[in-house]
């Protein structure tokens, strides 16, 4: 599957709120509420414990992290985790870390960044399982002017006025690079004053006052407190992208890597992922590797 851009119809990520009194007794509560669930669940397919090895992206990185603890609580099974960018060429993007035979069972990444290691032979075939999708936002060091990115004109102005842009080396910068700066005809400008991130995330860029204005999936930047969160892109020019689920080819734990796979595409933990930013696919969307 190709990335995509919004339609009016389609839905968009939820962005976490500001936490209310008895939020934080409500979250525990709910965590628990799961938990129990997903050990009834899992216990209907046992697996024998396994040790995991997990690669994952940086939109899924919020929910996977609240996510993997109850995953072992309930399987009995280890993850090993690591963390690397969809696509681009830095040592610890997740297609170099493959290429250069690091052993994984599941990887979580972009769509388009899962196609291209199921091309290159890393990623078994029909294996793909949508979790989420995933829009892309723009950032500002908290307490500076914040500019206007609510419509195509507005986001081409600030992007011209911006005395330093920053972008993901992954799907989003991407998107930005090869389709929003062209199409804004801004792309000559981003070349002087705008940089690819690499290994690192644009909001901790922003945050400490190396690039004015950041651009990256919006559940990459929300949990910067040091930041202003100024929205989404404008729907003509958004991406909304799925993030998807692959077994790795050669994987010993393929069993449990599927066991995985339904717990984060089920709908018990859509709660979680929403809180995250990013809009769940929970069940809808089942593919060979949930099966």
């Not at 972009?110 to 290159?120: D, F, K, R, V, Y």
Request: aromatic share 6%; hydrophobic share 45%.
């Amino acid at each position: 599957m190709t990335p995509h851009t919004a339609s009016p119809t389609s839905p968009a990520p939820v962005l976490a709120r500001p936490r209310a009194p008895g939020t934080r007794k409500r979250t525990r509560t709910r965590l628990l509420a799961i938990g129990l669930a997903c050990v009834g669940w899992l216990a209907a397919t046992p697996v024998l414990a396994a040790e995991l090895r997990v690669i994952t992206s940086g939109a899924f990185t919020e929910a996977y992290k609240q996510l993997i603890p109850l995953f072992e609580a309930a399987s009995g099974h280890t993850v090993v985790s690591a963390f690397g960018a969809s696509s681009g060429n830095a040592p610890d993007a997740i297609p170099v870390r493959l290429a250069r035979g690091e052993a994984f069972d599941l990887v979580i990444l972009s769509e388009t960044g899962l196609a291209a290691l199921e091309q290159a032979g890393h990623v078994q075939p029909g294996s793909r399982q949508d979790l989420a999708r995933s829009a892309i936002g723009a950032a500002v060091r908290k307490g500076s002017p914040r500019p206007d990115i609510s419509t195509v004109a507005a986001l081409r102005q600030t992007l011209l006025d911006a005395k330093s842009v920053a972008w993901s080396a992954s799907a989003s910068g991407t998107w930005l690079t090869g389709t929003v700066f062209p199409q804004l005809g801004v792309a000559e400008q981003m070349q002087r004053t705008g940089r690819k991130i690499l290994s690192e995330r644009v909001g901790a860029v922003v945050a400490r006052g190396d690039a004015e204005l950041g651009f990256q999936q919006i559940s990459e930047l929300i949990y910067f407190k040091e930041l202003d969160f100024l929205g989404p892109l404008p729907e003509e020019v958004q991406q909304s992208l799925f993030f998807s689920s692959g077994l790795v080819r050669g994987s010993t734990e393929s069993d449990a890597a599927r066991q995985l796979v339904r717990f984060l595409a089920s709908p018990a933990v859509a709660p979680i992922v929403r809180s995250t930013g990013l809009d769940p696919v929970g069940a809808a969307r089942p593919a060979s590797a949930a099966r």
